[in-house]
């Protein structure tokens, strides 16, 4: 059974940076898409930035575009989430999810969903 567990988060001045990691335990990671959610209070969870499991295929949301790394190292079975140039506005609790269906399907379309879920971490951008 795929556990994730994200690390990482904290409290970060504007225009900082923050690296998230997603830990994948109990079965490799390598067939597994990526997918970096946050959900700020008061609003929906969204999703922020996906990779591909093969080929490292990469999403991201306009809002982040430019300023965040989605990565991968499988033999670490491990995911990443350079975060920089933060703002107040990325403040959010931030979740990694993992499934073995397409990016396109599950970031861009939406028309699935991820199955596997981490337990989130706190970033918050203030000064």
């Known amino acids: 059974q795929l556990q994730l567990v994200e690390s990482g988060g904290g409290l970060v001045q504007p225009g900082g940076s923050l690296r998230l990691s997603c830990a994948a335990s109990?079965?490799?990671?390598?067939?597994?898409?990526i997918g970096w959610f946050r959900q700020a209070p008061g609003r929906e969870r969204e999703v922020i930035s996906c990779?591909?499991?093969?080929?490292?295929?990469?999403y991201y949301t306009d809002s982040v575009k430019g300023r965040f790394t989605v990565s991968r190292d499988n033999a670490m079975n491990t995911a990443y989430l350079q975060m920089d140039s933060l703002r107040p506005e990325d403040t959010a609790v931030y979740f990694c999810?993992?499934?073995?269906?397409?990016?396109?399907?599950?970031?861009?379309?939406?028309?699935?969903?991820?199955?596997?879920w981490g337990q989130g971490t706190q970033v918050t951008v203030s000064s």
């Open positions: 990779i591909s499991s093969a080929e490292g295929i990469t």
């Open positions: 109990g079965v490799t990671l390598e067939p597994y898409s």
């Open positions: 999810a993992a499934d073995r269906g397409s990016i396109q399907a599950m970031c861009i379309t939406k028309v699935r969903s991820f199955r596997s």
